[in-house]
């Protein structure tokens, strides 16, 4: 497997070159981005039993394949990943139903818990979020336990410690506990996601970043926050994105002054501008800290790249895992831009080819990984003032990322 390997890392360099790319800078390197996802996942996904041929037909077919092809072929094998995912949770967390029909076990109809009626179930969107009952039932398990037992069932889970990075600002870093093989879906990006459309409503707009770090963008322009997800938490709950990391980890020198600038900044989402979009998340996800992964240092190697994955909304048994809600309540999907400005546009469903998605991202590893610091290349802007921490990993990379 590891000359299989060796070929596919060649044949990333050599494609990633190709004149067949687009011109455009930024779509070169888009192109190039998904042409890597294309390669390391397809391996991932031939697993341990392929053989020569394999590989050489799947690198051939990154330099024949379409962009539209390549990417639909990322998102079938990261979905197809995380499908596995979400099954060893089930197995994890889904209650085992025999013992409740066991003698002396109280039944469901014995249920301390009212009843909803049809009434609250007809008004359920203004309910209050402390509303248990709307939240399917699972095992009583501590994070740390649903992080253990993922990693007997996967063979890796996350941690999340200080790092291990050689500056005084690195602060927490994200680790894998087990391993992995190249193209592994490694960490799922949480948070809140903005479409273009809802940029404004970032909080500290417009000077989002200013107090916040755990910001991403992708290359379609969705922003996603992942400040209110924080470290996450111990239950399976409704979650609004209101939740916020305790003010002191971003608070400044004038102490008192900068908590309140924060906590003004910050302030929960309004219901009204989420459009009611609240979900049942189970904030034990063992894989929901992809924002502590810190960026490389001078002479150090990122191992994950970052790989946008749309989720299929229809998948409802999957959503619980999914730790993201979108802004808007979903009608960014509607949103057409004409010059500065954001209008609805209808278009029709009854073909039932467009599939509501939740722009998401995760990351997938790009090599072989176990049992160290995932680090990921943050390619920051070349236009604007980098923090003294940051070394380019390539700068042609972060300048056409961000021309």
């Avoid at 996942?41 to 053989?51: E, F, H, I, M």
Wanted: proline fraction near 7%.
């Amino acid at each position: 497997m590891a000359s299989l390997f060796q070929k596919f890392q060649e044949a990333v360099k050599v494609l990633a070159k190709s004149p067949t790319f687009a011109k455009d800078p930024r779509s070169l390197q888009f192109e190039a981005d998904v042409n890597r996802l294309f390669l390391y996942t397809s391996y991932n996904r031939l697993g341990k039993d392929a053989v020569e041929t394999d590989a050489e037909e799947i690198i051939d077919m990154a330099g024949k394949a379409s962009l539209a092809d390549q990417q639909k072929q990322v998102q079938e094998n990261v979905h197809s990943q995380i499908t596995s995912f979400c099954k060893y949770m089930d197995h994890i967390l889904q209650p085992d139903l025999t013992v409740k029909d066991k003698p002396g076990t109280p039944s469901s109809e014995n249920n301390s818990s009212p009843r909803r009626s049809g009434l609250s179930f007809a008004i359920g969107r203004t309910a209050p979020l402390k509303d248990h009952s709307a939240i399917p039932e699972s095992k009583p398990l501590k994070r740390t336990e649903v992080s253990q037992s993922l990693k007997d069932l996967m063979g890796y889970t996350l941690e999340v410690k200080p790092s291990q990075i050689p500056h005084e600002d690195a602060g927490q870093g994200l680790f894998i506990h087990g391993e992995a093989d190249v193209g592994t879906v490694l960490a799922f990006y949480p948070g809140v996601i903005y479409s273009p459309a809802y940029y404004r409503y970032i909080p500290g707009y417009p000077r989002v970043d200013a107090q916040n770090s755990y910001l991403i963008t992708r290359y379609d322009g969705t922003v996603i926050n992942a400040q209110p997800w924080g470290a996450g938490g111990e239950s399976r709950e409704i979650w609004d994105g209101s939740s916020l990391p305790e003010p002191k980890h971003f608070m400044q020198a004038d102490g008192k002054g900068s908590e309140r600038i924060w906590k003004m900044l910050s302030k929960p989402l309004d219901g009204i501008r989420l459009g009611g979009n609240h979900e049942v998340l189970e904030r034990r996800n063992p894989l929901a800290f992809a924002h502590f992964a810190n960026h490389p240092a001078k002479d150090m190697v990122p191992n994950v790249m970052v790989c946008p994955y749309d989720f299929p909304l229809p998948e409802k048994h999957m959503r619980v895992y999914i730790p993201n809600i979108s802004f808007g309540n979903g009608e960014e999907a509607n949103m057409r831009r004409f010059g500065t400005f954001w209008f609805k546009s209808w278009k029709s469903g009854k073909n039932g080819l467009d599939v509501p998605v939740l722009k998401t991202l995760v990351l997938v590893a790009t090599r072989a990984i176990s049992n160290e610091e995932i680090l990921l290349n943050y390619r920051l802007s070349n236009s604007k003032q980098r923090p003294p921490w940051y070394t380019s990993v390539d700068e042609e990379e972060d300048r056409r990322r961000w021309s």
